[in-house]
C-alpha cells in the first residue's frame, strides 16, 4: 500500500465527514429557526394588536352613541313633562332635539364604520390564526423529515470516525501533518487523483517526471500548482 494510497483513503473519509458535518449544521440551523414560521407569528400578533385596537374604537363610538340617546331622552322628558309651558323654552327644546337627533344620526354612522372595521379585523385575525396553525403543521412535519436526517447523519458520522482511526493506522505522523495543513489551506482538499497526467483538483498537466513520481509507493508528490499531494491511482 503507497504512502499515497493511505492519504487518499483518508482524505475519501474525511470529505465524507465533511460532507456530513456540512449538512448537520444546515439541519440545526433550520430545526432552530424558521422563517415562515416566524412571519405568521409576527403577522398573527400584528393582527390581534389591530383586532383590539378595532374594539376599542368600536366601544368608544358605543358609548357616544348611548351618551347622545341620553341626552335625547333627558331632553324628551323635559319637553314632555308638561313642567315647561313657556312656548319659547318648548321651541328651545324641540330646536334642541333636532340638533340632538342629527347628532345621533352621525354618531350612529361612525359606530357602524367601526363596526365593520372590527368585523374586518376579527376576521383577518381568524385568517392568521389559521395561517399559523398550518404553518405550524409543515414546520413539524417538516422537522420530524430533518430530525430522522439528523439522526442518520450522526449513526454515519460515528462509522466514519472509526473508519477514520483504520485509515490513520501506519500512516507516518510527517504525511499527516502534511494532510492536515493542506486540508486546512486547500478547502478540505489535501490529496487528488491525477487523472489522464492532470491534477483532478486544479486541472494542471503534469510533467512526465511529476507524473512518473506521482506513482512512487514510498514518496509523495505534490503538485506543481496547487501542491496538493498526487495520488496517481
Ligand atoms: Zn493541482
Redesign the pocket.
Known amino acids: 500500500m503507497s504512502q499515497a494510497f493511505k492519504l487518499y483513503r483518508l482524505q475519501q473519509v474525511d470529505t465524507q465527514l465533511d460532507k456530513a458535518h456540512t449538512r448537520l449544521k444546515e439541519i440545526e440551523a433550520a430545526l432552530q429557526e424558521d422563517a415562515a414560521q416566524r412571519k405568521a407569528e409576527a403577522d398573527l400578533e400584528a393582527s390581534q394588536n389591530a383586532h383590539e385596537e378595532a374594539q376599542k374604537l368600536l366601544k368608544g363610538a358605543e358609548q357616544d352613541v348611548q351618551a347622545q340617546q341620553i341626552k335625547i331622552e333627558q331632553n324628551q322628558a323635559r319637553l314632555y313633562s308638561g313642567k315647561v309651558t313657556n312656548p319659547k323654552e318648548l321651541q328651545d327644546l324641540e330646536q334642541e332635539a333636532e340638533a340632538l337627533k342629527r347628532y345621533l344620526a352621525e354618531l350612529e354612522e361612525v359606530q357602524l364604520e367601526k363596526m365593520i372595521a372590527f368585523e374586518e379585523a376579527t376576521t383577518q385575525q381568524e385568517d392568521a390564526g389559521q395561517t399559523l396553525e398550518s404553518v405550524r403543521a409543515d414546520v413539524a412535519s417538516q422537522n420530524s423529515a430533518l430530525t430522522t436526517e439528523q439522526n442518520s447523519l450522526e449513526a454515519e458520522t460515528g462509522r466514519l470516525q472509526e473508519e477514520r482511526t483504520a485509515a490513520l493506522d501506519g500512516v507516518p505522523a510527517e504525511d499527516v501533518a502534511l494532510y492536515e495543513s493542506l486540508r486546512e489551506q486547500r478547502a478540505g482538499l489535501a490529496i487528488?487523483k491525477v487523472d489522464n497526467m492532470i491534477?483532478?483538483?486544479?486541472?494542471?498537466t503534469l510533467s512526465q517526471a511529476l507524473a512518473q513520481a506521482a506513482r512512487s509507493p514510498n514518496k509523495l508528490s505534490?503538485?506543481?500548482?496547487?501542491?496538493?499531494i498526487?495520488y496517481a491511482g
Open positions: 487528488v491534477c483532478s483538483a486544479c486541472g494542471t505534490r503538485c506543481s500548482t496547487c501542491k496538493r498526487l
